[in-house]
Nanobody, 123 residues
Framework: QVQLVESGGGLVQAGDSLRLSCAAS????????IGWFRQAPGKEREFVSA????????EYADSVKGRFTISRDNAKNAVYLQMNTLKPDDTGVYSC????????????????WGQGTQVTVSS
């Protein structure tokens, strides 16, 4: 299994940038697909982005495409989410998650989850 801890959230203004980090530990981190999800107040958790074990392929939700970039550094057991041009609609708790398989864009297939980090974007 893998343990995940997110960091890097905060309170920013619209148009600002943040970089979230997902620090991982456990068995065979480099073999896991890692996804980022977010949950806004009163809404269900939604897919944001995901990256394959080698980092050779990534996927993005339409709402963040062109603004967010996911990356990973397996030597550091870390995955990052660079978030640019943030909007108030980006507000939510951002969690990283891991699964032993291909990229999926829904919550259910991801087996391991971090606690989440709060991102708040003001108008």
């Amino acid at each position: 299994q893998v343990q995940l801890v997110e960091s890097g959230g905060g309170l920013v203004q619209a148009g600002d940038s943040l970089r979230l980090s997902c620090a991982a530990s456990g068995r065979t981190f480099s073999g896991y697909t890692i996804g980022w999800f977010r949950q806004a107040p009163g809404k269900e958790r939604e897919f944001v982005s995901a990256i394959t074990p080698s980092g050779s392929w990534s996927e993005y939700a339409d709402s963040v495409k062109g603004r967010f970039t996911i990356s990973r550094d397996n030597a550091k057991n870390a995955v990052y989410l660079q978030m640019n041009t943030l909007k108030p609609d980006d507000t939510g708790v951002y969690s990283c998650a891991a699964r032993n398989g291909i990229i999926r864009t829904i919550v259910k297939p991801y087996e391991y989850w971090g606690q989440g980090t709060q991102v708040t974007v003001s108008s």
